[in-house]
């Protein structure tokens, strides 16, 4: 059994996949101190974390002995589209190198980073960690060179270890962006496919990628980088089905062509430069058009067991939110 260490901080830890780290790291019974640092206030604060307001954008403080604590870096900026190119690398880029400093002066040894699939690009061919990254936007931009940040954390201390996961779409309770979305649009039936059905887009379940984090950290490797995702290939039909399954949703029937709808996202775009403020643009239409075929052949490699599928993730979900899916 290992020591129990002074404290853990979690980076980022407000947020929908902190909060759900946050849970775990508190039942370990392994830290004397959970802290969650986050510049925003905790929508669902866990017993018995030390809630701190801070900003990773400026230099980080902390108070009390916190010699050797663990640091888990979930601080970013992520929504794309939404800010502007170098609010990316402000906070992401910036970020990480405050976090990496502030961990080189409590002498920590054990460093996880999310990343994101967005450092290897849009892709209708499969990728997996052996492929070269090729981000394509700001927000993949800046993870990539926050990656490499964190490398040079983990290089300059003999004793230190880094895991970087890379994740695909999460989804879960508390998530409320894509898949809380497309539960209320399969609810209503007004879900159609864009473009087509076999668009792939590669997920995984909140609260299995945190049992991945748990298995990485206990690997005990000096680096571990690993992409996040189910690793059966999740297409939009597949997703849509999942769900007609656990909840009992219609399945949609329609596939609206994609210049048709690209034609639209324009006609919103002009209605916002009016005054009229939307969500739809071409960029997220085209965004959910585009594949993410990525697969998770380290993890699968080093012997980690899913325990759920799509499916019975939703399932899952749908139970514990008593099928609101929010």
């Known amino acids: 059994m290992s020591a129990r260490r002074s404290a853990v901080i979690v980076f980022g830890g407000a947020g929908f996949i902190g909060t759900h780290l946050l849970e775990r790291l508190a039942h370990t019974g392994r830290y004397g101190r959970v802290i969650s640092y ?32 663990e640091i888990y870096n979930l601080a970013a900026i992520h929504t794309t589209p939404g800010h ?3 609010e990316y690398f402000w906070t992401n880029v910036l970020g990480a190198s405050h976090v990496c400093d502030f961990a080189s002066r409590i002498g920590t040894t054990f460093l996880l980073f ?4 967005s450092v290897y690009g849009p892709s209708e061919e499969p990728v997996d960690e052996g492929t070269p990254p090729a981000p394509v936007s700001a927000y993949g931009r800046s993870k ?22 890379r994740p695909a779409v999460i989804f879960g309770p508390g998530e409320g962006g894509n898949f809380t979305k497309l539960a209320s649009l399969l609810a209503r039936k007004r879900f159609v496919y864009p473009g087509r059905r076999e668009t ?42 999942a769900f007609v399954r656990a909840a009992g949703f219609a399945a949609p029937r329609w596939v609206v062509p994609l ?6 996202a324009f006609g919103f775009e002009i209605l916002g430069k009016l005054g009229l403020r939307t969500s739809i643009n071409r960029e997220r239409v085209l965004k959910l058009a585009r594949s993410t075929n990525v697969l998770p052949t380290a993890l699968v490699e080093a012997g980690y ?15 514990k939110t008593g099928g609101t899916y929010r």
């Not at 999310?114 to 699939?117: D, G, R, V, Y």
């Not at 590669?202 to 049992?211: A, H, M, N, T, W």
């Not at 210049?259 to 639209?264: D, F, G, K």
């Not at 067991?305 to 139970?319: H, I, N």
Request: charged letters at 25%; hydrophobic letters at 35%; aromatic letters at 10%.
């Open 114 to 117: 999310t990343a994101s699939i």
């Open 38 to 69: 986050d510049i925003r206030a905790a929508k669902a604060p866990v017993a018995g974390v030390e809630y701190v307001t801070g900003d990773v954008r400026e230099p980080i403080s902390l108070d009390g002995d916190l010699s050797g604590a």
């Open 259 to 264: 210049p048709l709808m690209l034609a639209a």
């Open 200 to 241: 792939i887009k590669s997920c995984g379940y909140v609260e299995e990628l945190v049992d991945s984090m748990e298995f990485a950290r206990d690997l005990n490797r000096r680096t571990f980088t690993y992409n996040f995702s189910y690793p059966e290939r999740t297409t939009s039909e597949h997703i849509c089905n």
């Open 84 to 86: 502007e190119d170098w």
């Open 144 to 165: 990539f060179q926050a990656e490499g940040i964190h490398r040079s954390w983990v290089e300059n201390g003999s004793d230190r270890q880094l895991v970087i996961v």
């Open 305 to 319: 067991r899913y325990r759920t599928d799509v499916e019975s993730a939703l399932r899952d979900w749908g139970q």
